[in-house]
């Protein structure tokens, strides 16, 4: 049972290169979300999706774009990567949005930008 | 959403009961009170929800008090693998997808 899955793991990557982070859930969720987490901080919601083809801004949306093709995956990316942007990005899904719904995280992926 | 306050950290050693308290002031008639964990290295974890009174399972229990101004999550006879970080989350039935993360409360178990 894989729940949800983050790729990669781990990424360095250079002042203005670009990336895409992968998200998938085998859980059928509705609901997606990606946030970031800077060290002894709590998350913060980056973008989130309530269905397949829709998207929406977050608490910190500046220098991202997502998107949601298929149902089971969320795509996180980054443009021009800028140092501010080093920190840990969780994924995470439900099968609606209310509140009583849990999110169900995935193990994060830890992004480093030189 | 409403804000909530923890403490920053706690200590406790093996087999006691920890108890964490949750200041939401400002809570609203129709927000819950969520609870999630996170280990280390891990995304975090939904623990225990609740309204008011008192909620248990098979991880913890949460007091919630009359007005519902705090609440207390409980953690019975913790061990050394409940050292994590413990958010508190206040919101209504709708705002699942837009929940707010504070700094959580650090817990730290000695053995």
């Known amino acids: 049972n894989a729940g949800v899955t983050q790729t990669p793991k781990f990424r360095v990557l250079k002042t203005g290169q670009s990336m895409t982070l992968l998200c998938a859930q085998d859980?059928?969720?509705?609901?997606m979300y990606w946030y970031r987490q800077d060290p002894g901080m709590g998350l913060r919601l980056i973008h989130y999706?309530?269905?397949?083809?829709?998207?929406a801004k977050g608490e910190v949306p500046d220098g991202y774009n997502v998107s949601r093709l298929k149902k089971q995956n969320f795509l996180l990316g980054l443009e021009s990567a800028a140092p501010s942007q080093t920190s840990v990005y969780f994924c995470?899904?439900?099968?609606?949005?209310?509140?009583?719904?849990?999110?169900?995280f995935g193990d994060g992926t830890r992004l480093s930008i030189l | 959403l409403a804000k909530t306050t923890q403490p920053i950290s706690m200590d406790s050693y093996e087999g006691q009961e920890v108890n964490i308290t949750c200041s939401h002031n400002?809570?609203?008639?129709?927000?819950?009170i969520t609870w999630y964990q996170q280990f280390p290295s891990q995304g975090p974890r939904f623990i225990i929800q609740?309204?008011?009174t008192k909620v248990t399972n098979e991880v913890a229990s949460l007091f919630i008090p009359a007005d519902r101004k705090s609440s207390t999550l409980s953690l019975p006879r913790v061990s050394l693998s409940d050292t994590a970080v413990y958010y508190c989350?206040?919101?209504?039935?709708?705002?699942?997808?837009?929940?707010?993360f504070g700094g959580g409360t650090r817990l730290m178990v000695k053995p």
């Open positions: 995470a899904s439900s099968s609606t949005g209310h509140i009583n719904q849990p999110q169900h």
């Open positions: 859980m059928n969720h509705e609901y």
């Open positions: 999706s309530v269905g397949e083809g829709t998207t």
């Open positions: 400002n809570i609203a008639t129709n927000d819950y």
């Open positions: 609740g309204y008011k």
């Open positions: 989350l206040v919101g209504d039935k709708n705002a699942g997808n837009m929940l707010t």
